[in-house]
């Protein structure tokens, strides 16, 4: 596989010229070009190549086919509706009816049913389920004098059918949805006044509000800023990209490493040739560029994070006997500062994760806070580690597969060390250096999941040139103490 990397820059289309007027005060020039510059600006971000990508099968769709009714049962009955005021035109006088206090005493959710439709998005089917709603009325009426009028409501609604084709486009940098087409019926409708035909053309009115309306607000809404370590935080921005077909629904999104506000500017590694097993049957596979892993070593090398401290206490005192000084620094000790070089960096391929960390190793008479002044001596520490990515909670992290470590000399003030010394160095700290890697590789990188559904243990990691691929299953979990995979029959979910 062959590894391809673009530099960022002036891509996209040609701003086309514009006449400006022939006279233009200094504050008009500068607005000008302050305004040409954003242009530019937002033509690069336009075009951008996205880092991560997610894909849902057909057996995801599944999935969540056979969670719908769960999650709706769920969330539903907790709906608060508000008050509902209609106008009385009919007859000599004027008045209006308000209801309110409405409420869910019993719910049955229906069962619904997704299926790929390209290119558009996706089919959204419901049918069975009952609903019980509640509620008071109180009716006003002026002729003559004023009439007031007051009761109870109670409607049950039985057999709710619905049918939705919904697609996904992007504003700035958040997913939205679009419905294409709407159907809806409900079978059987219980109810003090005949409104079942007035449910029939509401429904899908009100559910392109709901939909167009208050769940894209809520996607607006979304946090797209996931902390790592403070303060360096993942931007997620979704790149308006999703590929329909017969198998699969895929979105894409470019993720930026930002730390104190500033972005990570590194070449972008670009996903490519992306392809899942579909042999496998996973629900979801999503694909992470190896440019997110490279921006996060920048920038947790940027902010001094990869910094620790070896003194004569470290580890129950095992280090002691060799930090030791004589001579002219006798009975004394010397405490090692690890601190990052460079950033470390980070090239994915079929064998995994090979990443390359530049260290300084500083020598100071213990304790260093005391002597930071003045270093007695510095090693240059390279290490190369092998790692396989794997998934810890929800996040991706790895396995330490190899490291192999090696010192050299910068300066010292008490002499050259010796290749000896050097080698006996590297042996007894390789150890130490391992469980760091390991401890950074613990704690991973977040993976974005939506509220009470988690990654399942049929989980697969697999590395390429410049990316790597996830390929799970999904849980529903209502609560964290009750954690279990739901199992269906694909064969028995018919349209």
């Known amino acids: 596989m062959i590894q391809h990397t673009a530099e960022l820059g002036s891509r996209g289309a040609v701003v086309p010229h514009k006449v400006l007027p022939r006279k233009l005060s200094d504050v008009s020039w500068k607005a000008y070009f302050v305004c040409t510059a954003l242009g530019h600006l937002l033509l690069l971000f336009s075009t951008i190549f996205p880092t991560l990508a997610a894909r849902i099968s057909t057996t995801g769709l599944e999935f969540f086919s056979s969670i719908g009714h769960k999650i709706v049962d769920h969330e539903f009955p907790k709906t608060e509706f508000p008050p509902i005021s209609l106008p009385i035109d009919g007859g000599p006088g004027s008045g209006s009816v308000d209801v309110f206090d409405l409420h869910i005493p019993k719910f049955q959710s229906p069962h619904f049913n997704f299926k790929l439709a390209p ?25 003559i004098t ?21 697609g996904l486009h992007g504003k700035g940098v958040k997913p939205q949805v679009d419905v294409f087409n709407c159907k809806a019926e409900i079978e059987q409708v219980e109810v003090q006044i005949a409104v079942k035909q007035a449910i029939h053309e509401q429904f899908c009115l009100t559910t392109r509000t709901l939909i167009l309306d208050d769940l894209n607000k809520a996607l607006m809404s979304l946090p797209t800023t996931v902390p790592v370590a403070r303060p360096v935080f993942l931007d997620y921005a979704y790149t308006n990209d999703t590929v329909v077909s017969n198998s699969y629904i895929q979105a894409s999104a470019y993720i930026d490493v930002v730390l104190n506000n500033a972005s990570c500017h590194l070449p972008v590694v670009p996903l490519e040739n992306l ?10 596979s999503f694909w992470m560029s190896e440019t997110i892993f490279n921006c996060l070593l920048e920038s947790v090398h940027n902010t001094g994070l990869l910094k620790f401290v070896v003194d004569k206490d470290f580890d129950n005192q095992k280090f002691a ?10 009975k004394q000790h010397v405490d090692l500062v690890f601190h990052s070089a460079k950033p470390a960096t980070a090239s994915v391929d079929e064998h995994g994760v090979l990443v390359n960390a530049h260290f300084y190793v500083d020598f100071f008479i213990s304790p260093w806070q005391q002597h930071s002044s003045k270093i007695l001596a510095r090693l240059a520490m390279d290490s190369n580690s092998t790692v396989m990515p794997m998934i810890f909670d929800s996040k991706i992290g790895g396995k330490l597969n190899n490291t192999e470590v090696e010192f050299t000399q910068v300066f010292s003030t008490f002499g050259d060390f010796s290749d000896r010394f050097l080698r006996f160095f590297s042996t007894i700290l390789k150890p ?6 390991e401890t950074t590789l613990r704690h991973g990188i977040p993976i974005p999941l939506v509220e009470n559904i988690q ?23 209502v609560n964290s103490t009750n954690k279990r995979a739901l199992n269906f029959d694909a064969r028995l979910m018919n349209f």
Request: glycine share 8%; with cysteine.
């Open 119 to 143: 290119p558009n998005g996706i089919f959204f089917r419901s049918q069975d389920g009952a609903v019980k709603v509640r509620g008071k009325w109180k009716a006003t009426y002026d002729w």
């Open 146 to 166: 004023t009439f007031h009028i007051s009761g109870w409501l109670e409607m049950i609604a039985t057999d709710i059918r619905a049918e939705l084709t919904l």
């Open 275 to 284: 392809s899942a097993p579909e042999s496998e049957n996973y629900m979801v």
């Open 321 to 330: 006997p060799y930090l030791s000084t004589s001579c002219s620094f006798y």
């Open 432 to 437: 130490l250096i391992s469980v760091g890697v």
């Open 455 to 477: 990654l399942g243990n049929h989980t697969q990691v697999t590395s390429f040139d410049g990316k790597i691929r996830v390929d799970t299953d999904l849980l529903y979990v």
